[in-house]
Every structure is written in structure tokens, then in C-alpha cells.
């Protein structure tokens, strides 16, 4: 044990390595562990503004913080955005009334416009007045007549082939395209571990379990954990808990006892040839966890398609959202989901729940039952602290001294709580005082696009994923 860490972060899920690189961006030193071979293993994300848009049932306060999350992390990893719009709809089944999208619409424009007037670099959504466009029954009728564009890069060519392939009949309109991007996954993971392992202020433990933490605290040791893996200890003056859906875990190790729920999510891919031409992502609002939940259907390069569908016998599993009991701070999976959680899926629940996602598409999208599996379920699990499973906003805690426990839900939280822990550990005189807040990570913006290419693509394919998914269907300028 000769080397002390300012910082120690346990998990290297989205939340984690942010820290690490926002730690390094002001030469703060860290170690972080993450138990898997490579960083960001959590649950898939694939868009943007996620929670925002894509849930009628969330605030609109919660809406515009995940809005400006999205931007900051856009910012941030935009090597990772792939910028194509979202088609959104109500179905005539719901209650939901189309009113509530466009009054909702209409107030993100003008967030999103503030935040532009703030800081010009926060234009990352193209203008505020191309954000969202409305399109009437007979706007559509008249679209579907126009030919298909391969390379769509107006609204209306975008939505002219999307209704090629949308039941209408199905809809309520008007009906909306929206300039809410894609997130790619694994060139996010790709990008941070470069930088990661280039910077010489965060020493990047991959493959490494934490076995044990000791809290020395008051021994006047000059340093406050001892973090233990299977092979060294490590000393640290400041813990963060990075562990995600495991938060709990650890919080139990230290005696913290803190209510949170915990719930376990999975997405589909499928191959599908629809039309020679690119569609935006299709969404299909509907109330959660019923049988009328929401359809999302995400395109990814190659004609693979990512399924979502927020449905016992899709998405959401059925003893999948758990809380913790008594005086537990860790809930627990029942042993089929921790079956696949830590063994992976078996073959027949592979074909069986895609093909039931499949079959959920083609309720709006006909032609989608010509689709196939085209590979293993995205799925992980996420936490949320207290009981609101409608919760999306989640953030940071500091339960004690030297102690900040990571409580993202969405991935797009991520810098905001780096942020928080870099302000507390200031004050907490772990660091001296910053005098000058920077807006770009240097450490990112050095890694090449190829580096970020050529890294997730063999992270996609080493976790059992078609190739792909790894890249942009709209290539960066």
C-alpha cells in the first residue's frame, strides 16, 4: 500500500467513468474499478432525451433537466450521437391526448432556446425552430406518395418514409418528428476507456472485483478507505459509489441503510429490410407495463432494429421491479433474473421474447413480421432511489463524510453528478479550490475517431452483439 488516491470510484458503469474524466480534466487523481473487461455494461440506453419526450406520465421539470443533461453529455461524447430524428405518435387505443406531446413540445423549444442564448455550444439539436414539426392526417396522406430517399435529410423526407410503413389507421394526428438523436452505446464506452487509460490521473482497474472496503475513517491515517481486490489494497481519501444497481451492496458493507428500488430491463434486436432508405426511430406511446405499453423500434446500421416495448412479456419482466426490504439496503432479483443478469439468456427466451417484440412492432408497422431475431437481448438492470418507479431524474448523495453515492436512472444524469462530487470534495478540502470551470474534456477530445470505431466495434462483438450496432447510420461531418 504505497500510493494514495485522492479518489476511488467503485463501478465503471456511464457514471463512473464520467466521474473519472471529469476528475482528470482537473488533474485530480482516481482509481477506478470496474469488475467487467471493459467499462459502460449497464443497461442500454439508445437515445438521447431519454425520459423526456418518450414519457407523457413525467413532469415537465423532470423533462427539461433531462434535456439539458442531454446536451451536456452530447457535448461531451459526440462521437457518440447519431443524429437522426424520432417519429412520435399516440395510438387511438390511449388516453393519452396529442395536446399534452405538443404543449410539451412547444415548452422544450423554448428550454431548448434559453439554454442556446446561454451558450451558443448547447446548440447541439440543430435550430430551436427545426426541433419538432407536426404533421396532419392529410399532411401524411399526401407524404406517402412522395418517392423514398435513401439519405433523408429534411423532416418531411424522414417522415415521408417512415408513414410508408406506419398503419395509420391506428393514430391519432397530428403526429411529430423530432429532432431527438440516437446514443450509441458502445461508442460511448469506446471513447471514455481510451481516454481512461491514456490520462496518467486515473488508473483504470478493469477485471478487478472489490472483494472488501474498510472505513479507517478515524484512525487518523492520513487517508479514509482501504479498498481490498483479490491481489492489493488500495488506500483513498474519498469513496464514490458507482455500483448502479449493486449500490446497495456497499452501502450494506458501510451500515448505510437507504430505500431504493431496483429493476431490470431488457431490449430486442431484430433484422428487418424495410424500404432502400433510412427511418427515423418509431415511437408508439402507451401506458407502461400494461399490454398497451409504449413500442419503440430504433435503427441501427445494416438493417438491424432495436426493440423496446414497455410490456411484461417484452421490455419489463414480471418480478422485475424490486425494493428493498426491512433493513436491507439491497433489493434482490428472484433467480431467474439474476439468472440472466450473470449467466446470460437461454436460447429458446432469446426467440421466444423477440419474437414477442416483433409481434408487438407489427400492431403499427405491418411489414415488420417479415423481421428476425438478429441477436442477443441488450439488457441490465438500474436503480432508483426511493419508491417513485416513475421516477427519472436521479443524481447524487452524500450519505457521510468522504462518501458520495452515485443514484443516476438515466444515463444522460451522468456529468451532472460528476459535478456535484468534483463541488463536494472542494469543499470537503479534499482538492484544493478549482478557480476556473472548464466546459470541454481536452482528455476526450484527443482520442481519433478511428480509435473510437475500430474499439467499439470489437466491444460489440466481444459482448456477443452484431458489429453494426456499434456504428452511426448518419455519419458525423
Known amino acids: 500500500m504505497d500510493e494514495t488516491y485522492n479518489i476511488g470510484v467503485i463501478g465503471g458503469g456511464v457514471s463512473g467513468v464520467v466521474i473519472a474524466l471529469e476528475l482528470a480534466k482537473y488533474g485530480i487523481d482516481t482509481i477506478l474499478f470496474e469488475q467487467e473487461k471493459s467499462v459502460v455494461n449497464g443497461p442500454p440506453f439508445c437515445h438521447l432525451h431519454a425520459g423526456g419526450n418518450l414519457y407523457p406520465d413525467i413532469s415537465n421539470e423532470q423533462c427539461k ?37 405538443q404543449n410539451r413540445l412547444e415548452m422544450l423549444v423554448e428550454y431548448y432556446t434559453k439554454l442556446i442564448n446561454e451558450d451558443p455550444l448547447n446548440e447541439i439539436l440543430g435550430s ?23 439519405h433523408p435529410e429534411s423532416s418531411d423526407q424522414w417522415m415521408s418514409n417512415a408513414i410508408k410503413l406506419i398503419d395509420l389507421k391506428k393514430l391519432k394526428t397530428p403526429v411529430f418528428i423530432v429532432q431527438e438523436y ?108 400494461t399490454p398497451h405499453g ?23 419482466f414480471k418480478n422485475g421491479l424490486v425494493q428493498s426490504k426491512g433493513n436491507e439496503a439491497q433489493p434482490e432479483f428472484n433467480n431467474d433474473i439474476n439468472q440472466k443478469l450473470y449467466h446470460g439468456w437461454k436460447k429458446h427466451e432469446i426467440k421466444t421474447r423477440t419474437e414477442n417484440a416483433i409481434k408487438f412492432v407489427t400492431e403499427f408497422v405491418p411489414t415488420f413480421k417479415s423481421a428476425t431475431v438478429g441477436g442477443p437481448p441488450l439488457y441490465g438492470a438500474q436503480q432508483i432511489h426511493g419508491n417513485d418507479p416513475n421516477l427519472r431524474v436521479g443524481e447524487v448523495s452524500f450519505p457521510s463524510k468522504s462518501y458520495a453515492r452515485s443514484e443516476i436512472i438515466k444515463a444522460s444524469s451522468a456529468l451532472t453528478v460528476a459535478n456535484q462530487i468534483i463541488d463536494k470534495i472542494q469543499e470537503e478540502k479534499i482538492v484544493p479550490l478549482i478557480h476556473e470551470k472548464l466546459n470541454k474534456n481536452l482528455l476526450l477530445d484527443s482520442i481519433p475517431k478511428n480509435k473510437i470505431d475500430k474499439l467499439a466495434c470489437e466491444l460489440a462483438v466481444q459482448r456477443g452483439y452484431p458489429e453494426a450496432l456499434s456504428r452511426l447510420i448518419i455519419k458525423r461531418k
Open 182 to 289: 440516437g446514443w450509441n452505446l458502445f461508442r460511448l464506452a469506446a471513447q471514455a476507456q481510451l481516454a481512461l487509460k491514456k490520462t496518467e490521473k486515473c488508473n483504470l482497474q478493469i477485471n478487478t472485483n472489490v472483494t472488501n472496503i474498510k472505513d479507517v475513517r478515524n484512525q487518523n491515517l492520513g487517508y479514509n478507505w482501504e479498498i481490498h481486490t483479490n491481489s492489493k489494497v488500495y488506500k483513498v481519501n474519498y469513496l464514490v459509489n458507482s455500483c448502479g444497481f449493486k449500490t446497495g451492496i456497499l452501502d450494506e458493507s458501510l451500515r448505510l441503510n437507504t430505500k431504493r428500488l431496483i429493476e431490470f430491463k431488457a431490449a430486442y434486436v431484430s433484422k428487418w429490410k424495410p424500404i432502400q432508405g433510412l427511418i427515423p426511430e418509431l415511437i408508439f406511446h402507451g401506458k407502461r407495463g
Open 294 to 316: 409504449m413500442v419503440q423500434l430504433t435503427p441501427y446500421c445494416e438493417d438491424y432494429y432495436q426493440i423496446h416495448g414497455m410490456t411484461k412479456d417484452i421490455t419489463l
Open 128 to 150: 430551436p425552430k427545426d426541433y419538432y414539426k407536426t404533421y396532419t392526417k392529410k399532411d401524411l396522406i399526401a407524404l406517402k406518395e412522395k418517392p423514398i430517399v435513401k
Open 65 to 101: 433537466i433531462l434535456m439539458k443533461q442531454s446536451i451536456d453529455m452530447a457535448r461531451l461524447f459526440p462521437q457518440s450521437i447519431d443524429q437522426r430524428p424520432t417519429f412520435i405518435s399516440i395510438p387511438k387505443s390511449e388516453k393519452y391526448e396529442v395536446d399534452k406531446i
